[in-house]
């Protein structure tokens, strides 16, 4: 097992590159396959994600291995059941088929879709049958994951008789939802809200273009902890290819952490241009958090260790998807953070809390990182104030592949044991 013990920098100035936006590269991938074009979008992200589906897209192989890619696995799914391209089985790790894919599944059915589990009813592997589809008005589940939302809403343009999407009930992650229709719309898709819980989609092709993807805000917001951590006044962290006005849920992580004394400049307001963003230290700080991250729960990580080792006592809410996620993030925060001495509590796996409650902690604790990037990426940034190491750190390629290259280059040492 390797083991990553970090060591931060005397001072924390460090210029940036951000790898490209992953929801962003993967909705365009798809969609851009869906057009029938061979163009693929410009600075696609390099991350584990992004390449099965390009792999997948590409090859087209009886068997396609989706890994431990959530988003590819509903993606790719949606795809395989609407295009004419033959009878595919879609697979992936052994934490993948664990996953629920049948709210997903049961959709795609109703739609006519031809999918068959071929190991445990509800989880991938799943063999599908691509036909053209006719569509119609669907009912789905709003407090799933809005990668199954997604992923019906990109393929409705193909449906003969379009898609009339009612989500029933709480809607989360509606950022998400609300960036898939951005996407659809740049490529000339007739979709958009009709209601508070109804999307229509029109049957009107998409138009093939070329298309640049955004940097990427999930990336943004662990050097944002980073100076929300430092202990120097002067920390200060610029970041490329951003933009302000982003579509990106994420891009709401400029002001969270406006709240914990983190000050955000852009470089050029231009909408639609990538520009140069500055971060730093504002040392104005909230003495408590709360916060719904029902439309932003890939942040949820940051924050709770963010929050815990600045000793802001904080609330969060919204957390009903981090169960089924890469791992079981509650329980994953439960446990690591108790070897940094931080006892959280939660609530029916949807509420996180701490109270400033504290327990025995070790010398120099080992994160383990339960196969999931982000808890590798979360807890790294804490090397600024305390010993830490990172076990198994090589996870960080699902979604930053060049994180610890970038740690290094803003003077952070890593041994590796």
């Known amino acids: 097992m390797t083991t990553y013990t970090i060591t931060p920098p005397a001072s924390l100035k460090a210029s940036v590159t951000l790898p490209a936006s992953k929801s962003i590269s993967n909705r365009a991938l798809i969609i851009c396959s869906l057009t029938g074009s061979q163009l ?12 099965v589906i ?25 795809f395989l059941a609407t295009t ?32 068959d589990y071929v190991g445990e009813e509800g989880f991938p592997p799943l063999r599908i049958e691509g036909r053209q589809l006719k569509g119609g008005r669907l009912d789905v589940p709003g407090n799933v994951s809005s990668q199954y939302i997604s992923a019906l809403l990109m393929i409705g343009p193909l449906l003969s008789q379009g898609l009339e999407l009612h989500l029933q009930g709480s809607i989360i992650s509606r950022p998400y939802i609300d960036l898939t229709l951005w996407i659809m719309h740049e490529f000339g898709a ?58 990106q849920g994420d891009s709401s992580v400029r002001y969270i952490f406006s709240l914990l004394g983190v000050r955000t400049t852009f470089l050029s307001k231009q909408p639609g241009v990538p520009t140069t963003v500055t971060l730093k230290k504002s040392g104005h700080c909230v003495p408590r958090l709360e ?15 963010t929050c815990a080792i600045m000793g802001v006592p904080f609330h969060f809410t919204g957390l009903q998807t ?17 070897k940094l001495g931080y006892v959280l509590h939660d609530t029916d796996g949807r509420e996180l809390s701490w109270d400033g409650e504290r327990c025995d902690t070790m010398t120099t604790p080992a994160i383990d990182t339960y196969e999931d990037h982000r808890m590798a990426l979360a807890f790294a940034p804490v090397a600024l104030c305390r010993p830490i190491a990172i076990r198994n750190p090589q996870v960080v390629s699902k979604s930053y592949p060049h994180y610890w290259r970038d740690l290094q280059q803003a003077g952070f040492t890593i041994a590796q044991d």
């Open 40 to 51: 693929l979008p410009d600075n696609l992200s390099d991350c584990d994600d992004t390449e």
């Open 54 to 78: 390009v792999r997948a897209l590409a090859d087209m192989p009886d068997v396609i291995d989706i890994k431990a890619a959530g988003t590819a696995m509903r993606f790719v799914t949606a």
């Open 84 to 115: 004419d391209c033959g009878i595919h089985t879609i697979t992936g790790t052994e934490r993948m088929r664990h996953r629920p894919i049948s709210p997903l599944v049961n959709a795609l059915r109703h739609l006519g879709a031809s999918i």
């Open 190 to 247: 007739d979709a958009d809200w009709t209601g508070v819980d109804t999307i229509v989609v029109k049957p009107q092709p998409y138009t093939a273009r070329p298309y640049l993807v955004e940097n990427d805000w999930s990336a943004a917001s662990y050097w944002y902890e980073m100076v929300a951590l430092a202990q120097q006044a002067d920390a200060e962290v610029t970041l490329s290819g951003l933009m302000d006005g982003s579509k």
């Open 291 to 305: 916060y719904d991250f029902s439309g932003q729960p890939d942040l949820a990580q940051t924050f709770v260790v």
């Open 322 to 338: 981090l169960k089924i996620k890469e791992t079981d993030r509650i329980e994953a925060l439960k446990t690591e953070m108790r």
